[in-house]
């Protein structure tokens, strides 16, 4: 049995800027600065990664992330009800798929409630049995142990883990972790970038690659 990790962005659908376009509402709301999070980079980074960022390039001293999570939330919302939002090919069936060959669950920089909400939008949240978050962690690194704890705690089984992302950090927080590194070519990364990062299986989305991701 396999535990597969699905990141969110890029990988399970993309928000068509909804995200950063919440962050840049939410910062500007509670702090008079626009367009903070416009020379952020959010591929394959953790909320508090990118909101530590802002700050930074912002020149401001950093603030608990908790207020502007909450004033990120309904802006989120908001966004998301604009229908910007597209899921990737293939992302449904490898999900059909997957799930009776082990556990279903994330690995994801979001924090739990905007990958709850992102997810929801698309009817996709009660696909994945658990998750690692931004909530556990400012660096993708640290969390496919976080994951696998919380499978163990579930009394799941598996005996390896598979890491899906779309971005070179995906990869390097599989190797991190120990895990297999699938990357997709359906995020923002490039094909040489990707390439670069050695994952073990690069596909160009979930359809076309469905079968090489299920003979790992
Ligand atoms: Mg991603």
């Excluded at 910062?27 to 394959?44: H, I, K, N």
């Excluded at 070519?185 to 090489?212: F, I, K, M, N, Y």
Aim: aromatic share 6%.
């Amino acid at each position: 049995m396999t535990l597969w990790l699905y990141d969110i962005d890029g990988t399970i659908l993309s928000t068509g800027g909804a995200g950063r376009s919440a962050l840049n509402e939410a910062f500007e709301a509670l702090y008079g600065v626009p367009q903070a999070f416009a020379r952020v980079s959010f591929a394959g980074r953790t909320d508090p990664g990118i909101i530590a960022d802002a700050f930074q390039l912002a020149e401001m001293e950093p603030r608990p992330h908790g207020e502007l999570i909450e004033a990120y939330l309904p802006r989120l919302e908001r966004r998301l009800g604009q229908g910007t939002t597209v899921v990737h090919p293939g992302v449904h069936a490898a999900l059909d798929a997957t799930h009776p060959m082990g556990v279903n669950a994330l690995l994801t920089g979001n924090m739990e409630a905007g990958a709850q909400r992102k997810l929801a939008d698309v009817g996709l949240w009660d696909r994945f049995a658990l998750g690692a978050y931004g909530d556990d962690s400012p660096f993708r690194n640290d969390l496919v142990p976080v994951a696998e704890t919380r499978a163990r705690q579930a009394g799941r089984q598996f005996s390896r883990t598979v890491v899906i992302g779309d971005t070179p950090a995906d990869v390097a927080c599989a190797r991190a972790g120990g895990a297999i590194a699938v990357a997709v070519l359906t995020g923002w990364s490039s094909r040489e970038a990707l390439e670069a990062s050695e994952p073990d299986l690069l596909l160009e989305d979930l359809e076309s690659g469905l079968d090489a991701l299920l003979g790992l």
